[in-house]
């Protein structure tokens, strides 16, 4: 039979959803705008996909998935407050997310800033609470959280969101796409995949194989990412399109062309599944779907 | 002989100076401009009081100073992180920070959240690196994080600093005040000591002891920065001064009177100083003599 991803996905979805609800605050805790802000960034109809790699990754380890709810919390409240600044005027300057106002438009610049804040270091908060580090062996925490921070930090996310602002409007090369592309988004994804890795107590060839993979995933969804912003239809995709060309940012269509990314893209995919055929057929049907999946998105 | 506490501060500065130094990556690296801002933010002239604290906490266990520098680096590219985003336009709109332009002034203000978010995460990095992860006893390293994270987002720092920027303008009373006093600034000294009580595997009641002098020490700290808002001078301070009532902020000489500020702030001094009394004298020198300072301090 063949494997049902879109009921797979939900389900973890639900779980995901309920790991979040319980790590945050409630909506009427004093200061209340910020408590709002935090849910309605985090509820705002996020595809979950962050977290759900991670799930997916540690069941490649045979290892049951809901032990790595509080890192899949973790990553999604780090991908939320990356979505929460980019948007901010002086970044990408964006109103819309996801169909929705953005954090700022609705709640003011001041409180979209220390919404991200807060939802970054909450992310810390989760993976450290005492239930979790204690079912970690020996020096297993430590490297989790260096796995996350690296992800995130300068090394990161954050270099990679620091050299797509100062890209754009400029005449960049290839190198700066592929930089932007593998630290903005490939970073957090592929330490998503590293993170089911570490939990399920991979040994290093196995770690190494989980890396590729995200590795690969995580340009292929940038490159999906880049296609849909110029072929998507906004009323799926939720957010304003054609938008990277307006503001001259740099994407795989505009500078490598949109045939060779769509190339690219399928390539990229092919690989990953490649890469993840020596882990048991059985247990990585949710990472195959998922990578097919990448091919196929609308949003 | 009388304890020297400026040679004492000289000696920590530079260890926490050589430490952040050494955290940092070089501002040669790529993206070049966030790399230069993280490091002129970072060594901007502070005082380096909450590391010291940390280092003095340490010590009051009778423990090796030098172990605990790991979360006194933490701790200060946490606190730099805070002050580079509450300058922001959208935030306090400053200007400048200890008598230089502002993180936004000089880098943009992109940048300057970029580098707020970027100090923020280095600060998780810097306290799961092998060597100091290795150092600590059981689940130690988790309750350090715990202690961090909850001491810097939401339920401390951030929620300050949120109820800060709504109180702006507008009739508050003194609840309002003290719950922005204490998390603001307070939340985050006050986890300086528990720290240094931590690393230095302080029993239950030690830890108690340390966690009072610290949530006194910062609520003083806090009142002593509100009364040279309104008598410092500006040559001393580095900041613009009088800002406060500009602003329309909530500050203790403002709803509660410049004498009755002046009295609050030696009682909680002399408070703190008592609550450690119970401790090895000659391990709180630094402790006591931080403390006196706070009340004669000019910047």
Redesign the interface.
């Known amino acids: 039979m063949a494997f049902d991803l879109p009921s797979y996905m939900e389900e973890r979805r639900k779980w995901v959803d309920e790991a979040l609800d319980r790590c945050l605050?409630p909506p009427t805790a004093?200061?209340s705008?910020?408590?709002e802000a935090?849910r309605y960034s985090v509820f705002g109809g996020g595809k979950r996909l962050r977290p759900i790699l991670i799930l997916a990754a540690t069941e490649a380890m045979g290892c049951d998935d809901r032990r790595a709810l509080p890192l899949a919390t973790a990553m999604e409240l780090i991908h939320t407050?990356s979505l929460v600044?980019d948007d901010?005027p002086?970044?990408d300057d964006s109103d819309y997310r996801r169909g929705q106002l953005s954090c700022h438009k609705k709640f003011?610049?001041?409180?979209a800033?220390?919404t991200?804040?807060?939802l970054?270091?909450?992310a810390?908060?989760v993976?450290?609470?005492?239930a979790f580090?204690?079912s970690l062996e020996d020096?297993r925490?430590?490297?989790i959280?260096?796995e996350?921070?690296?992800a995130?930090?300068?090394?990161g996310m954050?270099?990679g969101?620091?050299?797509d602002?100062?890209s754009q409007n400029k005449e960049v090369d290839a190198s700066v796409l592929l930089?932007v592309h593998e630290h903005k988004t490939g970073a957090l994804i592929r330490a998503c995949l590293r993170l089911g890795g570490i939990i399920g107590k991979a040994d290093p060839s196995t770690l190494e194989t989980l890396t590729d993979y995200g590795e690969k995933i995580g340009l292929a969804f940038q490159i999906g990412d880049d296609i849909l912003d110029v072929e998507g239809e906004e009323k799926h995709v939720g957010k304003e399109l054609r938008k990277d060309e307006a503001e001259g940012k740099i994407t795989y269509p505009r500078l490598l062309g949109l045939d060779y990314s769509k190339r690219e893209l399928r390539r990229l995919v092919e690989e990953a599944t490649q890469a993840i055929s020596s882990l048991p057929e059985s247990r990585t049907q949710p990472l195959r779907a998922i990578a097919e999946h990448i091919i196929q998105r609308r949003n």
């Open positions: 605050p004093y200061p705008p910020i408590h935090m407050y600044h901010l002086a970044m003011g610049e001041a409180i800033i220390l991200g804040d807060a970054l270091t909450l810390f908060s993976v450290s609470r005492e580090a204690h020096q925490l430590a490297w959280i260096r996350i921070a690296q995130a930090g300068i090394g954050v270099g969101q620091t050299a602002i100062l930089y």
